[in-house]
């Protein structure tokens, strides 16, 4: 059992995929940038390599910049006790991120849930609908512009003012 | 083989699918599932979820800081003081707030105490849905007791809306130390008397023994938490193994199944943790009234809070097991993003991939050993 820290970890990432970015905020969390396309793998050495062994998907969830998607993973290692953060930015509209659900059972449906609210799609995924929102909602929710329908089925969203 | 004789004798059989929910008594709140079975056995057990969200993240970014802590209650109002602290501790990480130590120590009399009180839910529920009437009426009595000191400490039942970012919002009320012995005092031996009526029940384990063993690496990798992991035997705890708040000064054992059918991680390991964690929380709270100190329960922290551009991801123990708060500021004061990772999502996962070969009658087994609160599911 061996704890890193997080800028030793990524330099690990770093030395085996080139394309990635370190990035480290004056507040929070620092976190990994990763292209859409290479999450599976760069996930995939974070769980397999001995070194760092992530075998638990904490969490993952995105947010809305307003210019990008940013589908944030968050993994601990029970193994070593560490925590690490990685990010993939992807487009607002028709964004995909490569799927982790072989990897994490977990992650499958964290994924839907991402996809639900968000928009993104992963490729890979066994069976990405929606999960908490009924499957012919119209938009998603958590985009910043997200127009909330007027009626769901012929049920009004909003009520006239009692006053 | 089965298949086959069946064919030789002329039956005629096919997949069925059963619908179980939304409105079903042992589905803990409003949960569905798609069956699929062969006669009693089930292929598969398909979740519907989503019957209880009510976009708490999408509200969060329309309410500010400090106006979203009620809602953090509606996450999990089975243990909202947890569901109250994580939220305040990750807003407190990324603002950089120091909380007094006094306030730190009521947030965890109030967050023990809720343990007790979520986990003697959960306990009881599972007996009823076992068919046991009686312990849960039991339980419920006790958690009567738990609800009248919260309520005295902060005015709510259920929804207690306790925590402030930077502290608490009441300090202890008179007597509330001597009423709280009292119950600790006459409650152990009821947790005693539990596992007479029930733990020690034949009909009650042979329910739950062997049935739905999850491994530890499958736990781990469905990301199961809580008293749901230490079920399968990995002995982990955030309070003891990633310490927040001020657990580092208590002294308290991390329970892990005890693989009485030998196959750990069944059911009952699941169950039986639940019961041995419900000592350590009243051990843990004996502790915090002898060492609470004196002094403030709420940081200085400004009305509009305006945490520094940046994020942060902090993971408390709830009663049901890792909960992660994700928040994200833009250092405005609003926040761009508020994330609740629960147990109870996860454990929701693992249930398709473990219901195969189960019994339909063992899916409201494994339901209630994985203590789902849906609300804390849809969010």
């Known amino acids: 059992m061996e704890k890193l820290t997080e800028s030793k970890i990524a330099e ?12 480290a905020p004056e507040a929070g969390v620092a976190y990994l940038v990763v292209p859409p396309a290479k999450t599976a793998e760069v996930a995939q050495f974070l769980r397999d390599e001995p070194a760092l062994a992530f075998d638990y998907a904490v969490n993952l969830s995105a947010l809305d910049n307003k210019e990008q998607i940013e589908v944030t993973y968050h993994f ?26 072989g990897l994490y059972g977990a992650a499958n449906f964290m994924e839907r849930e991402v996809y639900d609210h968000f928009g993104v799609k992963f490729t890979g995924h066994p069976n990405l609908i929606r999960i908490l929102l009924p499957q012919d909602w119209v938009g998603y929710p958590l985009l910043k512009d997200y127009q909330e329908q007027e009626d769901y089925n012929g049920i009004g969203t909003t009520r006239p003012s009692l006053l | 083989m089965v298949d086959a004789l069946k064919k030789e004798d002329g039956f005629h059989t096919e997949e069925m699918v059963l619908n179980m929910g939304p409105q079903h008594p042992s589905t803990h709140g409003v949960l569905r599932f798609e069956v699929y079975t062969d006669g009693e056995v089930m292929r598969k057990a398909v979740a519907d979820i989503g019957y209880l969200h009510r976009g708490i993240e999408k509200i969060a970014e329309k309410v500010g800081w400090h106006g979203f802590m009620p809602y953090t209650d509606r996450i999990d109002y089975v243990a909202a003081m947890t569901a109250n602290q994580g ?3 990750a807003v407190e990480k990324l603002a950089g707030i120091v909380v007094p130590k006094r306030a730190e120590y009521l947030r965890v009399i109030a967050a023990e105490l809720n343990r007790i009180s979520s986990h003697l839910i959960a306990v009881g529920a599972l007996g009823l849905d076992m068919g046991a009437a009686t312990p849960f009426v039991h339980a419920l009595r006790e958690r009567e007791t738990i609800n009248d000191l919260l309520e005295s400490l902060c005015g709510a039942r259920l929804t207690y809306n306790y925590v402030r970012i930077g502290g608490v919002s009441y300090d202890l009320p008179e007597g509330f130390i001597a009423r709280t012995i009292a119950f600790l005092d006459h409650f152990k031996p009821i947790v005693d008397e539990f596992n007479r009526l029930i733990t020690d029940n034949k009909i009650f384990r042979e329910r739950l023994e062997g049935v739905a063993v999850v491994s530890i690496d499958e736990a781990i990798s469905y990301g199961l938490c809580g008293a749901n992991l230490r079920g399968s035997g990995l002995k982990f705890d955030i309070r003891k193994d990633e310490p927040y708040s001020v657990y580092s000064e208590l002294d308290f054992e991390v329970p892990v199944g005890i693989c009485a059918s030998g196959r750990g991680g069944d059911c009952f390991d699941r169950y039986y943790v639940r019961i041995l964690e419900m000592y350590e929380s009243i051990k843990i709270l004996y502790q915090c009234f002898k ?37 994200v500021s833009d250092g405005t004061d609003m926040p761009v993003r508020v994330h609740c990772r629960t147990g109870s999502f996860a454990a929701m ?9 189960l019994m339909i009658a063992d899916l409201v087994a494994v339901i209630g050993s994985f203590d789902i609160v849906a609300p804390e599911v849809d969010r």
């Open chain 2, 87 to 89: 939220y305040a501790c």
């Open chain 2, 291 to 327: 060492q609470i100190p004196e002094g403030d329960i709420l940081a200085d922290v400004p009305r509009k809070l305006r945490p520094p551009k940046g994020e942060a991801f902090v993971r408390i123990e709830s009663a049901r097991g890792d909960m992660g708060y994700w928040v």
């Open chain 1, 12 to 23: 690990l990432v770093k030395a085996k995929f080139a394309e990635v970015e370190w990035i």
């Open chain 1, 76 to 101: 601990y290692s029970y193994k070593h006790r560490h925590s690490f953060a990685m990010k993939a930015k992807v487009a607002r509209e028709g964004g995909a991120v490569a799927s982790v659900a």
């Open chain 2, 349 to 357: 996962g693992i249930i398709e991939s473990l219901s195969k070969g």
